[in-house]
T-cell receptor, first 113, second 112 residues
Framework: DSGVTQTPKHLITATGQRVTLRCSPR?????VYWYQQSLDQGLQFLIQ???????AKGNILERFSAQQFPDLHSELNLSSLELGDSALYFC????????????FGNGTRLTVT | ELKVEQNPLFLSMQEGKNYTIYCNYS?????LYWYRQDPGKSLESLFV?????AVKQEGRLMASLDTKARLSTLHITAAVHDLSATYFC????????????FGPGTRLSVLP
């Protein structure tokens, strides 16, 4: 158990809808990262937050947004969903400034129909 | 832009055989991690390599890092079926104001 909690585990929704994925980092970790993993795209970095502030942005679509709250949990909002958004979405956390790897949650499997 | 390559991308091997997976990266970093992912599951941290010449071993897996060559290897000794998974390397460039960059993954299948 990595200590990173993601909910929900599975999400099935229709095109055009909006969903929110939630992540609680490991105790003590201030950084939260979001990744998308689809079959043909590998592991794609979306966005990172550190202690409530956006730290880095990757290949995140404008339809997607995220935030990190004062209690350090993070939410990834996906809107105007398309079939191609179907993927596994992972949250990971780490210590910042230390020689610490990312610790991944179990992911949310999103299916857009 | 940092690029991380893995070779091979697909590997099918017999039980009992040895093999090496290579991870090359294109910029300076002295921190590299290896992860394992079973199908549909999360990524599990295997090795943390934090300096040039670092070598870590766990069971039948051994990882090493050569920062001058910008190369890490994951060596598999006497493979068993339970090692079947996808292995990712990830280069840590947070010291350079950036982030983690993952390789494309090597899908390993160990056949009985």
């Amino acid at each position: 158990d990595s200590g990173v909690t993601q909910t929900p585990k599975h999400l099935i929704t229709a095109t055009g809808q909006r969903v929110t994925l939630r992540c609680s980092p490991r105790s003590g970790d201030l950084s939260v990262y979001w990744y998308q993993q689809s079959l043909d795209q590998g592991l794609q970095f979306l966005i990172q937050y550190y202690n409530g502030e956006e730290r880095a942005k990757g290949n995140i679509l404008e339809r997607f947004s995220a935030q990190q709250f004062p209690d350090l949990h993070s939410e990834l909002n996906l809107s105007s969903l398309e079939l191609g958004d179907s993927a596994l979405y992972f949250c990971a956390s780490s210590l910042e400034g230390g020689n610490s790897p990312l610790h991944f949650g179990n992911g949310t499997r999103l299916t857009v129909t | 832009e940092l690029k991380v390559e893995q070779n091979p991308l697909f590997l099918s091997m017999q039980e009992g055989k040895n093999y090496t997976i290579y991870c090359n990266y294109s910029t300076t970093s002295d921190r590299l991690y290896w992860y394992r992912q079973d199908p549909g599951k999360s990524l599990e941290s295997l090795f943390v390599l934090l300096s040039n010449g670092a070598v870590k071993q766990e069971g039948r897996l051994m990882a090493s890092l050569d920062t001058k060559a910008r190369l890490s290897t994951l060596h598999i000794t006497a493979a068993v079926h339970d090692l079947s998974a996808t292995y990712f390397c990830a280069v840590d460039i947070r010291n350079y104001g950036q982030n983690f960059v993952f390789g494309p993954g090597t899908r390993l299948s160990v056949l009985p």
